[in-house]
């Protein structure tokens, strides 16, 4: 395969076959895949309300398949196609209801993927259900996985704990429908696409799973839910999509999209950033030797050495090792984050001396000898 014919450049749509397109891609190129595929829903004649309005189902010949198999063959190709394009620490997000989901995952698996989670996406405002034979349908489930069990995936789990108000973020996702505004529209009133995703529960994967700059691909790009995301957030991203209708309501709408400034996107975690050696703060005179440190509770006391150790002495022993060696032996625990249990006295105040290492990596713009 020609160079040129590898060469698509990011921030675009291509209207064409998702399997062929990505064939196209340079191997490991992208960073990130959100794929909403055909759902295989095998609906079977109209569904009506109890008004007897018809409901507006996806009925559309994207979603028809022959056989169980023909969808797992389906299944296969295109799933081929997006592991050879994705960078070995990449991950791909799969999209489904119990109509596809579990085969889906069973596929992945099969293929090398390592599932990291599976997330239940529920809906505060589902469709009910309208013939009452089963529990109302209110939720799909995401799959979330890394090309490999070894790769070195993103994970941005500090944006993910602010997002949530400083708690771990979940697994269960309470999200809406797009509806109202958000919901397109054509000509003549009705939904440009049968399952178009709200903005919301694609500002969660992207901000979780990526970074400023990287490149999402989108096999299934519809109406372009994940790159109107992308670009608010500064990512860059690739749409493949078969219907030139969508594809032109997509254009229209990701053109109207204004991105946030660079400074209010980024999602650095505190682990990607630079390592600063305890001793540095010593080394830059932010602690003294002899300095002494406590917890937040002012329970343990430890003194600062000049090599960067800390020593605590009581009755029976002298202890002396690394911050976290210190702080773990101290309350006999298997380990201890010390920049953050170890608190220096600031104005009367206990303040974390991962503080003054905030001050080393902002003095230095993030770059640490």
């Given at each position: 395969?020609?160079?040129?014919?590898?060469?698509?450049?990011?921030?675009?749509?291509?209207?064409?076959?998702?399997?062929?397109?990505?064939?196209?891609?340079?191997?490991?190129?992208?960073?990130?895949?959100?794929?909403?595929?055909?759902?295989?829903?095998?609906?079977?004649?109209?569904?009506?309300?109890?008004?007897?309005?018809?409901?507006?189902?996806?009925?559309?010949?994207?979603?028809?398949?022959?056989?169980?198999?023909?969808?797992?063959?389906?299944?296969?190709?295109?799933?081929?196609?997006?592991?050879?394009?994705?960078?070995?620490?990449?991950?791909?997000?799969?999209i489904?209801?119990?109509?596809?989901?579990?085969r889906l995952?069973?596929?992945?698996?099969?293929?090398?993927?390592?599932?990291?989670?599976?997330?239940?996406?529920r809906?505060?405002?589902?469709m009910?259900?309208?013939?009452?034979?089963?529990?109302?349908?209110?939720?799909?489930?995401?799959?979330?996985?890394?090309?490999?069990?070894?790769?070195?995936?993103q994970?941005?789990?500090?944006?993910?704990?602010?997002?949530?108000?400083?708690?771990q973020m979940?697994?269960?996702?309470?999200?809406?429908?797009?509806?109202?505004?958000?919901?397109?529209k054509?000509?003549?009133?009705?939904?440009?696409?049968?399952?178009?995703?709200?903005?919301?529960?694609?500002?969660?994967?992207?901000?979780s799973?990526?970074?400023?700059?990287?490149?999402?691909?989108?096999?299934?790009?519809?109406?372009?839910?994940?790159?109107?995301?992308?670009?608010?957030?500064g990512?860059r991203?690739?749409?493949?999509?078969?219907?030139?209708?969508?594809?032109?309501?997509?254009?229209?709408?990701?053109?109207?999209?204004?991105?946030?400034?660079?400074?209010?996107?980024?999602?650095?975690?505190?682990?990607?950033?630079?390592?600063?050696?305890?001793?540095?703060?010593?080394?830059?005179?932010?602690?003294?030797?002899?300095?002494?440190?406590?917890?937040?509770?002012?329970?343990?006391?430890?003194?600062?050495?000049?090599?960067?150790?800390?020593?605590?002495?009581?009755?029976?022993?002298?202890?002396?090792?690394?911050?976290?060696?210190?702080?773990?032996?101290v309350?006999?625990?298997?380990?201890?984050?010390?920049?953050?249990?170890?608190?220096?006295?600031?104005?009367?105040?206990?303040?974390?001396?991962?503080?003054?290492?905030?001050?080393?990596?902002?003095?230095h713009?993030?770059?640490?000898a």
């Amino acid at each position: 395969m020609s160079s040129q014919k590898r060469t698509l450049s990011t921030d675009s749509i291509i209207v064409g076959d998702c399997v062929k397109t990505m064939q196209a891609l340079a191997p490991e190129s992208v960073d990130c895949i959100f794929a909403d595929p055909p759902y295989n829903l095998q609906l079977g004649g109209d569904l009506h309300r109890p008004n007897n309005s018809r409901v507006d189902g996806v009925d559309n010949d994207w979603d028809q398949f022959e056989s169980l198999k023909s969808y797992d063959d389906f299944t296969r190709e295109w799933l081929g196609a997006a592991r050879e394009v994705l960078k070995p620490d990449g991950s791909i997000w799969v999209i489904g209801s119990y109509h596809n989901i579990f085969r889906l995952g069973y596929i992945l698996q099969d293929m090398g993927f390592w599932i990291l989670n599976d997330i239940v996406w529920r809906k505060t405002n589902p469709m009910p259900n309208f013939r009452g034979r089963r529990f109302t349908n209110a939720h799909e489930t995401l799959i979330w996985a890394s090309k490999s069990k070894d790769s070195r995936y993103q994970f941005n789990y500090e944006a993910m704990k602010s997002l949530n108000e400083d708690l771990q973020m979940r697994s269960d996702w309470h999200l809406p429908l797009c509806t109202g505004g958000e919901r397109l529209k054509d000509v003549d009133g009705k939904k440009a696409h049968p399952t178009q995703k709200p903005e919301s529960l694609l500002y969660r994967v992207l901000l979780s799973s990526t970074k400023r700059d990287d490149v999402v691909l989108d096999p299934f790009f519809g109406t372009g839910t994940t790159g109107a995301v992308a670009k608010k957030l500064g990512r860059r991203f690739i749409g493949i999509e078969r219907d030139a209708k969508y594809a032109a309501f997509a254009r229209e709408r990701i053109s109207e999209i204004e991105p946030l400034e660079g400074q209010y996107t980024e999602t650095a975690a505190k682990r990607e950033q630079p390592r600063v050696p305890f001793g540095t703060l010593i080394e830059r005179g932010l602690l003294e030797p002899g300095a002494v440190l406590t917890d937040a509770q002012k329970r343990y006391k430890a003194t600062v050495h000049a090599d960067g150790s800390l020593i605590v002495q009581n009755r029976i022993e002298t202890m002396r090792g690394s911050i976290h060696k210190v702080g773990a032996a101290v309350q006999g625990a298997p380990s201890c984050n010390g920049w953050t249990f170890w608190h220096y006295a600031d104005g009367g105040k206990q303040v974390p001396i991962d503080a003054l290492r905030e001050i080393v990596r902002a003095d230095h713009g993030g770059s640490v000898a």
